[in-house]
C-alpha cells in the first residue's frame, strides 16, 4: 500500500511564510518568478520547505487563490454594513495590488487548467455575494432594480475599478475621470433615491 508523504500543517507559521512570499513574488516579478528556488530564498527557506508545505506549485497557486477569496469574503462582509457599501467595494476593487495579483493569475490560468478552475469557481462565488450585497442595497434606497440590475451594477462598478486600476499602474488614463464621475453620480443617485 503506497503511503502519502507527509505535509506541513495548513496554519503553520512557515506556511504563511510562503503564501506570503508567493504573492510579493507575483506582485514584483510576476507568476513566472514563482519558482520552488525563488520562492525559498524570497521567503528565507530552505526549497525543500516548499514541498514539504504544498505537493506541487499548483497547490501554493490554489491555496494562494482560496486565502484570497476567504480575504475578499471578509471585506465585503465588511463593506456591505458599512454606511456607504457600494463606495466601499468600488475602493476594495480598485486596489492596485490586488488587481495586479488576479492579473498575474489569470495569465497564469492559461497555461494551467487548474488554476482557471479555480479562478472561475471563486469569481462565481464571489460576484455572487457582491451582487446578493448590492441588491440589498439598492433595495435599501429604493432603487428601481429593473433600470439599475444588481448584476449588471456589480460588473460596471468591479470591471471599471479593475479597469482604472490596470491602466492607471501604465499610465492610460483616457476617460477615467469621465467614467469616474458616472459612478460618483450613481453614488449620490443611489443615496438621494433612500431620502
Do not use: C
Request: aromatic share 6%.
Amino acid at each position: 500500500m503506497k503511503s502519502e508523504r507527509r505535509i506541513g500543517t495548513e496554519h503553520s507559521k512557515t506556511r504563511v511564510t510562503l503564501l506570503d512570499a508567493a504573492e510579493q513574488l507575483m506582485i514584483e516579478e510576476g507568476y513566472a518568478a514563482v519558482t520552488t528556488r525563488h520562492l525559498a530564498a524570497k521567503a528565507g527557506l530552505k526549497p525543500q520547505l516548499v514541498h514539504y508545505y504544498f505537493r506541487s506549485m499548483d497547490e501554493l497557486f490554489v491555496a494562494m487563490l482560496h486565502r484570497h477569496t476567504d480575504n475578499a469574503i471578509a471585506q465585503y462582509a465588511r463593506a456591505l454594513t458599512s454606511g456607504q457599501p457600494l463606495r466601499v467595494l468600488w475602493e476594495l476593487h480598485s486596489d492596485k495590488t490586488t488587481v495586479l495579483l488576479m492579473t498575474e493569475f489569470l495569465a497564469l490560468a492559461n497555461h494551467r487548467k487548474t488554476i482557471a478552475a479555480e479562478i472561475a469557481r471563486s469569481t462565481k462565488q464571489l460576484r455572487s455575494i457582491y451582487a446578493e450585497g448590492v441588491a440589498r442595497v439598492l433595495n435599501e434606497h429604493k432603487v428601481d432594480s429593473d433600470k439599475f440590475p444588481p448584476l449588471a451594477v456589480t460588473m460596471l462598478l468591479s470591471g471599471f475599478a479593475r479597469a482604472h486600476a490596470l491602466e492607471s499602474a501604465v499610465g492610460v488614463t483616457d476617460g477615467h475621470a469621465e467614467a469616474i464621475a458616472l459612478v460618483e453620480r450613481l453614488f449620490r443617485l443611489i443615496d438621494h433615491q433612500k431620502k
